[in-house]
């Protein structure tokens, strides 16, 4: 089992910045080979994949945030971020954290952004 609690939400004008946290419970070893990613839910949408990150670094983005948006760990690796620049009124949504752990998917609670126009 994992749990994954998300912060830094929040409301913002258009063309700000947000940095969203993901710490999860566990700081073993096998947490921080996994692949994590964020996602996100729009009102009456499906939710979407927004970026992932493996054990190794590699990353992946969504093209309606590359250049704008930057997926990291520390250094243990059982910590998510996601720095979001230059904000849209269309990255408004619910932003969860995802963990793939021993072939089980784990979500956070999700944390609400808002871009204003």
């Known amino acids: 089992q994992v749990q994954l609690v998300e912060s830094g939400g929040g409301w913002v004008q258009a063309g700000g910045s947000l940095r969203l946290a993901c710490a999860a419970s566990?700081?073993?070893?096998?947490?921080?080979?996994?692949?994590m990613g964020w996602y996100r839910q729009a009102p009456g949408k499906q939710r979407d994949l927004v970026a992932t990150?493996?054990?190794?670094?590699?990353?992946y983005y969504a093209d309606s945030v590359k250049g704008r948006f930057s997926i990291s760990r520390d250094n243990a690796g059982n910590t998510l971020y996601l720095q979001m620049n230059k904000l849209k009124p269309e990255d408004t949504a619910v932003y969860y954290c995802?963990?793939?752990?021993?072939?089980?998917?784990?979500w956070g609670q999700g944390t609400q952004v808002t871009v204003s126009s």
């Open positions: 990150i493996t054990g190794g670094g590699s990353t």
């Open positions: 566990k700081t073993t070893f096998d947490i921080g080979i996994s692949r």
């Open positions: 995802h963990i793939n752990y021993y072939q089980r998917d784990y």
